[in-house]
């Protein structure tokens, strides 16, 4: 008796095992002596000698000789497209998530702010803003970093060795004027980390290149100016530095509060030409003080 199959064999297997073929239990093919030639059994018969390769055999060897497929090169194509994409989707995501953010923290402050809110007003989800920032501290300085790596930029991009040192030393006040005028939640967010202390800003990783551009075009057209016989000595590149954000940060930092106690909008574009005019004037006047007195 045949063994019966295991259970792991697979059904086709299991039945060619159980059944014999036709021609090994047909007569001729258990008798000793060979067919006749005139009288073939029906196994010889039934199968012809190969000639050779079969036509789709064929066929299979020549893709195979001839390299990868098309599908092939096309799945390798879009393999080597979709890192590039996929970076430019996380730098998005990135963007989008700091955008929410700086809304929330410049709205709510720090405290107030919610990563939950954060994540409703974007096209993520909080546990992936936390894969990107690690935690809301970290979320917050980055914050931070970005809105005083704008203004930083825009400082260092700044071209002004072309002009005189007071053209000079008024274009990069009205430079401040303008961003600080421009972008209230910058503002927002340097005095809510005031009221921290700057805990959070002290973390970051690029803090020690947060003053540079600032005071590195500060004291060249300090040196300049002073060259040239223009301006005092004996003040500093965070001397002006503080003049300038002092007035700049004013204007956003005290609207309400001013308004409510004077009646004006320190904010309110009819004063800004006055007020940007007056900047300038402010630095020029304080640095060219006492120049060529006794």
């Known amino acids: ?10 059904r086709g297997e299991a039945r060619s095992a159980a059944a014999p073929s036709p021609a090994a239990s047909s007569p001729a093919a258990s008798s000793p002596a060979a067919p006749s030639p005139a009288a073939p059994s029906p196994a010889a018969s039934a199968a ?46 990135r963007a989008e998530i700091l955008d929410a953010a700086t809304e929330e923290f410049a709205g709510r402050g720090y405290a107030g702010g919610r990563v939950d ?24 300085v980055a914050v931070l970093e970005r809105a005083y790596a704008g ?28 961003h600080h005028q421009s972008h209230p939640a910058f503002i927002r967010l340097v005095s809510i980390e005031n009221i921290h202390h700057a805990e959070h800003l002290r973390t970051s990783p690029v803090l020690p290149t947060l003053a540079a551009p600032a005071v590195d075009v500060l004291s060249g057209i300090l040196a300049r100016g002073r060259a040239a016989g223009l301006f005092r000595d004996d003040v ?22 001013f ?13 800004s030409a006055h007020h940007r005019r007056m900047i300038g004037d402010l630095v020029l006047e304080y640095l060219t003080a006492h120049v060529g007195r006794v």
Do not use: W
Not at 239 to 247: L, P, T
């Open 236 to 257: 500093d590149a965070l001397d002006v530095h503080m003049v300038i954000s002092a007035f700049c940060v004013f204007r956003t930092a005290n609207r309400y509060t």
């Open 259 to 271: 308004e409510a106690i004077f009646g004006r909008d320190m904010l309110d574009p009819e004063h």
């Open 1 to 10: 008796m045949t063994a019966a199959p295991s259970e792991e064999a697979p």
């Open 117 to 140: 809110e954060i994540a409703a007003k974007t096209r993520t989800t909080k546990r992936m803003i936390y894969y990107y920032f690690g935690s809301k501290q970290g979320l917050f």
């Open 151 to 178: 203004i930083r930029r825009l400082e260092q991009d700044l071209d002004v060795d072309h002009l005189d040192p007071a053209r000079a030393m008024r274009a990069l006040a009205e430079l401040t004027f303008d």
């Open 48 to 93: 012809p000698a190969p000639v050779g390769p079969s036509t789709e055999g064929r066929s299979a060897a020549g893709r195979s000789a001839a390299g990868p497929s098309a599908a092939g090169q096309s799945a390798a194509g879009r393999s080597a497209d979709a890192t590039p994409e996929r970076q430019r989707d996380a730098e998005r995501t």
